[in-house]
């Protein structure tokens, strides 16, 4: 119990430490980070709006809070996993002075960027929910998909930060990596417009589960489907089981490398 | 119940010179067969060593021959690839002051995050500030960031939140001297105080006389190895020797060079 409640007291001061340097002296502070999805949205709903409103019940809002809500659960994860990417190189100055458990490191970045998310973005999601869909039990479903999203990104930032212990050229790789998941996900586009063939591909995408379920929970006129907020549940599971597994296993040669 | 004993401990580390941090790179030398396994170097050969409690440890030894090594493993920084290490007590580990502060964070935020990284809680670091405060002299500075403290104001503070704790196993990495001469004396009382204690303490150090005066028995570490062990004076002296002695082949070597 000491060692839970230990770890649990370093990643709260990292986690706090984190989350200072990012807003200090910011008057808007976490909300910050709402403004890169919403000006994106604004942009995307500007240029494609017009052409793929049909596939959104015609609705031009529609369409401008389905891209809202994509583009918040992917740049929570782009941007999460690739902070923490550096995470045990960057520390490796207190790691060589103090002991301390190394999954910290990433750890204490998506613990930070998911406070943001939960005081930041979950709040505007629960009201575009209700006053769109008029159902507030639907509430009940929102932090699902969100947990899933988070363990996801915990998982993945688990194997990025090992991989650039070993491998400094990573970032670019990483920078590539996502760019690709940001065109295969069916943000700013509807996935009806995608042949058959590709759209099997797509749905191999992680994120897909969860913003398609974000994107029912919220804007949908159909009820939501409870299997993909399962499947988003099960892929953070996933993620994070085999994140940390590799982590662990090589958490032994970091300090040589670091 | 010794409060440290390293049983056969070796250790192998990566030598990183050689470590390729490229992927592009690796993938073709894994295309063309010629991967191998990394180079390891043995930094620590063999160690055992049995320190007591209340036991002054002093270390010491060329550079490189693992003197600090020795203490990040008894810390458990690294992890020995043979061997045990069993410690017994709450490890104190004062190397280089001020690693865990951030130079953004007002000072008040950096007590509390350096004295969790050093492993007490949150609450007790809170309720420690102010006295943290008076002894560093640092009172009207509380909510100013770390970054416009002078490097003489940080180690203070990284000196007052290290020491202000209760461990029952101290680390020094060199001996601390931080400050003006007031702080210094003031700190060098609460390191003799420290001393005073029924705490156990191992220190790296060069400062030879030092080890002979204030450390009950010392090692000399060589090449990996613990070339003597025993009481400090002993071991000191045997050093002094070798080093003296090495020194005049040196000498006796150049001349005939020169002759």
Redesign the interface.
């Known amino acids: 119990m000491p060692r839970m409640?230990?770890f649990w007291?370093?990643l709260?001061?990292l986690t706090?430490?984190t989350l200072?340097?990012r807003y200090?002296g910011s008057f808007l502070g976490v909300y910050w980070s709402l403004l890169n999805p919403v000006t994106m949205t604004v942009v995307y709903t500007a240029i494609f709006g017009f052409q793929f409103r049909k596939y959104y019940d015609g609705s031009m809002l529609h369409y401008a809070l389905v891209v809202f809500v994509g583009l918040s659960v992917f740049i929570f994860f782009a941007q999460s996993t690739s902070q923490a990417l550096p995470s045990v190189v960057v520390n490796s100055?207190?790691?060589?002075?103090?002991?301390?458990p190394a999954v910290l490191f990433p750890l204490s970045t998506i613990s930070a960027y998911s406070v943001q998310l939960a005081i930041g973005t979950l709040p505007v999601f629960a009201v575009i929910s209700v006053f769109e869909t008029h159902q507030p039990w639907r509430l009940l479903l929102l932090p699902f998909p969100l947990i899933g999203l988070v363990l996801l990104a915990a998982g993945v930032s688990f194997l990025v930060s090992t991989a650039y212990v070993?491998?400094?050229?990573?970032p670019h790789?990483w920078e590539l990596v996502t760019f690709l998941a940001w065109v295969a996900s069916p943000v700013f586009y509807p996935a009806e417009i995608v042949s058959p063939k590709i759209l099997h591909i797509l749905y191999f995408n992680p994120l897909f589960p969860t913003i398609e379920s974000l994107r029912q929970i919220i804007v949908g006129t159909q009820l939501p489907d409870v299997s993909l907020v399962g499947a988003s549940l099960f892929n953070g599971i996933v993620a994070c089981a085999i994140g940390y597994a590799v982590f662990g296993g090589l958490r032994?040669?970091f300090?040589?490398?670091i | 119940m010794s409060a440290v004993h390293l049983d056969g401990v070796s250790l192998w580390?990566?030598t990183?010179e050689e470590?390729t941090?490229?992927?592009?790179r690796?993938l073709f030398a894994l295309i063309q067969m010629k991967y191998q396994r990394p180079p390891r170097r043995r930094v620590l050969d063999g160690v055992s060593l049995r320190v007591e409690r209340g036991e002054k440890l002093g270390i010491i030894g060329a550079n490189g021959s693992g003197k600090s090594t020795i203490l990040?493993v008894i810390?458990?920084?690294?992890?020995p690839t043979v061997g045990r290490v069993e410690t017994r007590g709450a490890i104190a580990?004062l190397?280089?002051l001020g690693?865990?502060f951030?130079p953004?964070?007002p000072v008040d935020?950096n007590i509390?995050?350096y004295g969790?990284?050093?492993?007490r809680?949150?609450q007790e670091m809170r309720a420690k500030t102010g006295e943290i405060l008076r002894f560093a002299e640092l009172e009207e500075y509380r909510s100013s960031p770390v970054r416009v403290l002078s490097s003489g104001m940080a180690a203070r503070l990284g000196f007052a939140i290290a020491t202000d704790t209760n461990p029952d196993i101290l680390i020094l990495d060199e001996v601390l001297a931080v400050g003006d001469e007031s702080f210094r004396n003031k700190s060098r009382r609460r390191i003799e105080a420290l001393w005073r204690d029924h705490v156990t303490v191992l220190v790296v150090s060069h400062e030879l006389q030092f080890v002979r005066d204030s450390c009950t028995s010392a090692i000399w570490m060589d090449g990996g190895r613990i070339r003597s062990a025993g009481p400090s004076a002993y071991v000191v002296d045997q050093y002094q020797q070798s080093v003296e002695t090495s020194a005049a082949d040196r000498l006796e070597r150049a001349k005939a060079r020169l002759a």
Do not use: W, Y
């Open positions: 409640r230990r007291d370093l709260t001061v706090d430490r200072k340097a200090r100055g207190l790691a060589n002075k103090i002991r301390l070993f491998f400094r050229d990573i790789i032994r040669q300090m040589d490398l | 580390r990566r990183q470590h941090f490229d992927l592009k690796r990040k810390c458990g920084i690294l992890e580990p190397i280089e690693a865990g951030d953004d964070l935020e509390v995050l969790v990284l050093l492993g809680s949150r």
